[in-house]
């Protein structure tokens, strides 16, 4: 008498949530606006189209006090350079980069410096 082993039957299940398993990816959320350009941090004007608009404009820039110019401020005045405090205030370099849309003046974007 021959035992005749028979295989598991099989099922075709896969197991479960298969695709659900695999790591997705992970897109990270910036707070942008839609059709913001990826270059809106750069602090001179740039070629896009508006959001809100929707017109190919060349964005406005205005350079406004941020965390940078403070910053080198303090240090400044931390090393006892405190004639020279006010320098990052004239100087844009040290600023935050805003983008405007010249046509309904929407803001497109902040160039922080840090
Ligand atoms: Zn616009």
Redesign the pocket.
């Known amino acids: 008498m021959t035992s005749v082993s028979v295989p598991p039957p099989y099922t075709g299940e896969k197991p479960m949530n298969y695709q659900q398993v695999l790591p997705q990816p992970v897109y990270v959320t910036q707070p942008v606006y839609v059709g913001a350009p990826l270059g809106i941090l750069a602090s001179h004007p740039m070629q896009c189209t ?6 190919q ?1 060349v964005t406005r820039t205005e350079s406004k006090i941020g965390l940078l110019t403070w910053l080198l401020c303090c240090g400044l005045l931390f090393f006892g350079l405190w004639p020279c405090a006010f320098i990052p205030f004239c100087v844009d370099e040290c600023k935050d980069t805003v983008h405007y ?6 803001v ?1 974007g902040v160039g922080k410096k840090l």
């Open positions: 508006c959001p809100h608009c929707r017109l404009i849309c010249p046509n309904c003046s929407a497109l």
